[in-house]
């Protein structure tokens, strides 16, 4: 192949070398295991610069969900309810799983059914950001519940990206704006 993409069609290595030399260009072989093989004439170090560009963007769209952990306890009062509701939310709007725990002590162990009305009731009030991927069950002195963000944590990351930018843009316009007035 040609530094155009152009069919050459089937070339001896040597002729192929000497149009490489003549163009300046390189000549790389791109599918060894085809008969006959695939070389094609182009800037290698390009190339490596653009497979590595590619890398490295598929690299920052990537993102690892995490599973956070959030406790509660059976007898946990409104405000405080309320305070972990906005962890598990700002936890969930960042696409990171939630794994809910309800700790139970001495006689509380005896009334399961509390800590299932506990955990539905913050999967409904969550509902917009989270949906439950796991049931809440009991385990020994334990209840626990997972919660699975409705979207990607690369969209999250993203759209976080955009609006800081967005923030940033804002300041330096306020800063250029003051420096104009000053300046006048």
Do not use: C, W
Not at 79 to 90: A, P
Not at 106 to 112: A, I, L, M, V
């Amino acid at each position: 192949m040609g530094p155009e993409g152009e069919q050459v069609g089937v070339v001896r290595v040597a002729d192929a070398l000497r149009l490489a030399e003549e163009a300046g260009l390189d000549l790389v072989e791109v599918a060894p295991n085809a008969r006959p093989p695939v070389a094609k004439l182009m800037d290698f170090g390009k190339y490596k610069y653009e497979l590595a560009q590619k890398a490295r963007e598929s690299r920052r769209n990537q993102a690892n969900t995490v599973l956070k952990e959030i406790r509660f306890r059976l007898k946990i009062d409104d405000h405080d309810y309320e305070t972990k509701k906005g962890h598990v939310e700002r936890f969930l709007s960042g696409g990171d799983k939630v794994k809910v725990m309800i700790m139970f002590r001495g006689r509380e162990q005896s009334r399961p059914e509390m800590g299932i009305r506990l955990l539905e009731r913050l999967a409904e009030d969550v509902a917009e950001l989270g949906v439950v991927e796991s049931k809440p069950r009991q385990d020994g002195r334990n209840m626990t519940m997972v919660l699975a963000p409705t979207r990607k944590k690369s969209e999250a990351k993203s759209e976080q990206r955009r609006r800081r930018e967005a923030e940033r843009q804002a300041k330096r316009d306020r800063q250029a704006e003051r420096s104009a007035k000053s300046g006048s």
